[in-house]
């Protein structure tokens, strides 16, 4: 009786302890976020231990106007975290035999063109189907998400109009938004329902996600909606995603129904078998290299953790989901503000999540410096174009040391050379850049930029793209070229290499194209997410 009486008043230490430790840290939490301000647009916090949430709390305002509080049913729309739902969609149409993974796209989308290479379902969901990203087309076109009320048929109209891909498919992964709401219109052709009704059904009802729905509809009245704020130099400016493009983004919910999502999907409930290893699982380029993008979700390591995450932000709105499986932790993280400050969430990753790296692991020898001469250096300086989207690069000699205006390259072999742990290998017609991800680029010798006011009158004249269906006019302003869109949009270009340049803002690369008797008959300009797209010269 004494043995029991003993191991009981244990187990209640235990507890006591562990409950203490626990207190301490949400105490902890509390000071994190003890800087936000009431009167300012805030967070939503919430966190899950063992499917149980632990802590759930916000701060700061849902409604400047009308002085609402933010409070953890305040409804927050999610940005690209909501990739996630549009993706299981898909896998879940897949389980029922309704879809292939490995489908032509073009099998329910016949409207996309027909690029001599197949475009499946799978390099969707993997953000590697070369398709250009929407929004950044239309950024192009002037008028960039919110100027316009976008839809998912306005997507599938921008995008069956692209001419080119920005990669082969499989090739790279490059993130476009076109994705995902392709996918929400396969979801409607082949069920006949919306992504919001399917989803509604099969997801969010089941997982008891109560205050979840999607953005279709951007003028619909929704509950407990907190509106989303920009600064400004005196305040704040409503910052609304005005549109009903979704399935890129637009889930409206709360960070207690992610969590709920969170608990049900890791927790197996999600498809029978459960789907939750097949999103999660690691995907692999045509070179063999991992993508480290599952389906709709990004596979890290995390403090020598599996780390599983989506971040989103749409208009003001801003958002961050994770899990750490091995520790059953989940975290949700909501702001209508479009500075939110990220930081604050990582102090409290920090407090949650033990260092697990193994810091003791031998590194990597570097291979030796290779002798070669300023003279033989000097050899290799001058102006390169990127092969895959016309961007220039700069090789200087500064200090006896090849370098870009960011790297150095540190010679390794007669032609090879090191650059922050990558490759570049040159031969006579430029250089062969090898990432990491073995991934391989070609940049390509090119001539030196004119500086003279007559080489760039050479470049003026109207400019018309069928893909963006747009007009430039390039003209030459205060000694610089400038692209204007009618009636006010201008953005002075600078030269980088002879028929390269680059936006003032430094977003864009723009080439000009010349024909076979070397006149100039176009330009292509390329963005982050949309690679050459062409504009033919018209005047």
């Known amino acids: 009786m004494k043995k029991l009486f003993v191991f009981i008043t244990f187990l209640l230490i235990s507890s006591f302890a562990q409950a203490q430790t626990l207190q301490d840290t949400l105490t902890q939490i509390d000071k994190i976020f003890s800087a936000c301000k009431p009167q300012n647009p805030g967070y ?11 802590y759930s709390k916000a701060w700061g305002m849902a409604d400047l106007e009308h002085q609402v509080p933010l409070t953890p049913v305040s409804v927050t729309e999610a940005g690209s975290v909501s990739k996630q739902f549009t993706a299981a969609a898909i896998l879940l149409l897949a389980q029922q035999g309704k879809l292939s993974l490995n489908d032509d796209i073009r099998k329910y989308l016949p409207e996309i063109p027909d690029y001599s290479t197949v475009i499946r379902i799978s390099n969707l969901l993997h953000h590697t189907s070369g398709l250009r990203d929407w929004g950044s087309v239309m950024d192009i076109a002037g008028w960039p998400r919110s100027t316009k009320t976008y839809s998912n048929d306005d997507v599938l109209y921008i995008v069956s109009h692209q001419k080119a891909l920005n990669n082969k498919p499989g090739d790279e992964f490059i993130y476009s938004n076109s994705n995902f709401n392709l996918q929400a219109l396969i979801v409607k052709r082949i069920t006949g329902m919306e992504l919001a009704e399917f989803t509604r059904k099969y997801i969010f009802e ?6 979840t729905q999607w953005r279709d509809n951007f003028k619909r009245i929704v509950l407990n909606r907190a509106i989303a704020y ?8 409503t910052d609304m995603p005005n549109e009903n493009a979704y399935g890129n983004g637009g889930l409206l919910t709360t960070a207690e129904d992610l969590l709920k999502w969170n608990e049900y999907y890791w927790g197996g409930k999600f498809g029978s078998p459960s789907l939750l290893s097949q999103q999660i699982a690691i ?11 599952g389906m709709g979700l990004f596979i890290q390591k995390h403090r020598g953790w599996d780390y599983i995450f989506h971040d989103g932000a749409t208009a003001g709105y801003r958002s961050l989901l994770f899990h750490y499986p091995q520790l059953h932790l989940s975290v949700a993280f909501l702001s209508n503000v479009s500075n939110a400050d990220l930081s604050l969430v990582r102090r409290v990753e920090d407090l949650l ?3 697990n790296e193994k810091h003791s692991s031998p590194k990597t020898t570097p291979a030796k410096t290779y002798p070669i001469s300023p003279d033989q250096l000097k050899t290799f300086t001058g102006w390169y174009q990127n092969s895959k989207n016309g961007s220039g690069t700069q090789l200087m000699l500064k200090n006896d040391t090849l370098c870009t205006a960011r790297f150095k390259f540190r010679p390794v072999g007669h032609n090879s050379f090191s650059v922050n742990g990558e490759q570049a290998l040159f031969n006579d017609k430029g250089f062969i850049h090898i990432s990491k991800t073995k991934d391989t680029t070609l940049y390509k010798k090119v001539k030196e930029p004119g500086s003279s006011e007559d080489y760039l009158k050479a470049y003026t004249g109207v400019y018309y793209s069928s893909e963006t269906e747009s007009k430039y006019t390039v003209i030459l302003q205060n000694g610089k070229l400038t692209l204007h869109i009618a009636p006010v949009n201008n953005q002075s270009i600078s030269p980088t290499y002879y028929d390269g340049f680059k936006s003032a803002d430094g977003g864009a690369d723009i080439y000009f194209t010349r024909d076979a008797s070397d006149k100039i008959n176009g330009f292509k300009i390329s963005v982050n997410r949309a690679r050459n797209v062409t504009f033919v010269k018209m005047q």
């Open 206 to 211: 089941p997982a008891g996600m109560t205050h």
């Open 230 to 237: 920009h600064t400004t130099d005196t305040g704040y400016e």
């Open 353 to 355: 999540v033990p260092d």
């Open 44 to 54: 939503e916090l919430a966190i899950s231990r063992n499917g149980v949430i632990i």
């Open 283 to 293: 995907d692999h380029l045509n070179s063999g290299a991992e993508n480290a993008y």
